[in-house]
C-alpha cells in the first residue's frame, strides 16, 4: 500500500456539531495534496421495533436538503460521551416518547457516514422492548412520530422516499440479521 502523511491540519471553522479543517497531506509521489476533513463528535441511532413489529421513524425537518426526512431515532453524542449505546436509548426516548432498557438494546453495527471528509461515526442499534413514556425534544426540534411495518419501510426505500443513510443501512441489515 503507498503511504499517505498528513503535514499539517488547520482548523477553518468551530461549529456546534462539527469543526471544519483544512488537512495538508503528503502523498505517495511525494506531491502536497490539500484536502478538507470534517471532525464529528459521533452518534448513535436504534432501530425500534414495537409488538406488532413495526418500526417507530422520525419525521423531521432537515436544513441540509431543505426537506422533511423520515428517519430512524438519531442523535449526537453528548460532551464527554462515549457510550454509544446509552446515546441510543436516551435520543429514543427523547425524540419518540418511548423508552427501552439498557441491556434490552443490541448493537447491529457501526457505520462512517461519508468517509471521504469526515470521520462521524454512528453506532447503530435496534430493541423491540419499549414503553411509552415521554418525548424531550430541543427547543429547535419539530419531530412527528410515525409507525411503519418492514414491507411498507422497504417500499419507501426503493422509491427513494426514504434518503437518509443511516436509515437505510440500518432497516436492511436489521431486516437481513432477524431473517425478515
Not at 428517519?71 to 435520543?91: F, M, Q, S
Not at 425524540?95 to 468517509?115: A, N, W
Amino acid at each position: 500500500m503507498e503511504e499517505f502523511k498528513r503535514i499539517k491540519r488547520e482548523l477553518s471553522h468551530k461549529g456546534t456539531i462539527i469543526d471544519f479543517y483544512t488537512d495538508y497531506v503528503e502523498v505517495p509521489n511525494g506531491n502536497l495534496a490539500k484536502w478538507d476533513f470534517i471532525d464529528h463528535k459521533g452518534a448513535a441511532a436504534i432501530v425500534p421495533v414495537d409488538e406488532a413489529g413495526n418500526v417507530l421513524m422520525v419525521r423531521q425537518w432537515r436544513n441540509a436538503i431543505d426537506n422533511y426526512t423520515l428517519e430512524i431515532p438519531a442523535g449526537g453524542l453528548n460532551p464527554g460521551e462515549t457510550d454509544r449505546k446509552a446515546c441510543a436509548v436516551r435520543e429514543l426516548e427523547e425524540e419518540t416518547g418511548y423508552r427501552t432498557e439498557y441491556d434490552k438494546t443490541e448493537h447491529l453495527f457501526d457505520i462512517y457516514t461519508t468517509v471521504a471528509f469526515s470521520n462521524e461515526k454512528i453506532g447503530i442499534y435496534y430493541t423491540n422492548c419499549l414503553y411509552p413514556s415521554k418525548q424531550h425534544l430541543d427547543e429547535d426540534e419539530f419531530i412527528h412520530v410515525e409507525r411503519h411495518s418492514m414491507e411498507e419501510i422497504t417500499e419507501m426505500i426503493l422509491a427513494g422516499k426514504i434518503v437518509d443513510n443511516k436509515t437505510i443501512t440500518s432497516i436492511l441489515a436489521y431486516k437481513a440479521k432477524m431473517g425478515l
